[in-house]
């Protein structure tokens, strides 16, 4: 299996990365890469993973993602992304907004984030809204969806402090019976 994990290739992905036609596991993460997804990423057709998390990568998700039909494993999180990734063969992908303020466990547990500015009320705030979330998905949503790993890592929070549910890896619909 033809790799590139975890080697700093500097602070960008070049467009010469299409060049690489064999590979199959690109695992860039946490390599402080900043810049653009190069839309040469599209050459990679034998490419089975694609792990970019925890990096400083904006800008679009290339459209040219497309083409990588083998693909089954796309991690883009912690990256100020936008875009749509359209799903095919095995790959099932969601993409969010780009959360400004982390997650509920960062403000929780980081000793570097300042709480004395939550007060009582800004907690219940968070609370609710967690909690009118569940309800809707449960309840207010064309079929129920019951969110099966809630945990502070799961509860994003955006740049205006608003709650997004997040991660539904384990989720299940209900009134759907699927065979494994």
Same mark, same amino acid.
């Given at each position: ?7 700093? !290739?500097?602070?960008? +992905?070049?467009?010469? !990365?299409?060049? *690489? ?12 890469i900043s810049g653009i997804i190069p839309r040469e990423i599209g050459?990679l057709l034998k490419l089975q993973t694609l792990q970019l998390f ?6 679009? $998700?290339?459209?040219? +993602? ?6 089954? $494993? /796309? ?8 875009? $749509? ?14 959360? =400004?303020?982390?997650? /509920?466990?960062?403000? !929780?547990?980081?000793?570097? +984030? &300042?709480?004395?500015? %939550? &007060?009582?009320? =800004?907690?219940? &705030? ?10 809707? /998905? ?6 129920? $969806?019951?969110?099966?790993? *809630?945990?502070?890592?799961? +509860?994003?929070?955006?740049?205006? %402090? ?17 065979? &494994?």
């Amino acid at each position: 299996m033809t790799q590139l994990v975890h080697s700093w !290739i500097g602070t960008l +992905i070049p467009p010469s !990365i299409g060049h *690489l036609k064999e590979l199959q596991v690109l695992d860039l993460s946490q390599n402080q890469i900043s810049g653009i997804i190069p839309r040469e990423i599209g050459n990679l057709l034998k490419l089975q993973t694609l792990q970019l998390f925890e990096n400083s990568l904006s800008g679009s $998700i290339p459209t040219e +993602i497309v083409h990588c039909k083998n693909l089954t $494993i /796309l991690n883009l999180y912690s990256n100020k992304l936008t875009g $749509i990734v359209h799903c095919f063969g095995n790959l099932r992908a969601l993409v969010l907004e780009y959360m =400004e303020n982390g997650n /509920l466990d960062k403000l !929780i547990h980081d000793s570097r +984030i &300042d709480r004395s500015r %939550w &007060d009582l009320s =800004e907690r219940v &705030d968070v609370l609710v809204s967690v909690s009118r979330g569940l309800v809707y /998905l449960h309840s207010e949503y064309d079929f129920p $969806i019951v969110q099966c790993d *809630l945990k502070p890592s799961n +509860i994003l929070l955006n740049e205006k %402090w608003n709650v997004h549910v997040s991660d539904f890896g384990t989720a299940r619909i209900m009134g759907v019976h699927h065979q &494994d």
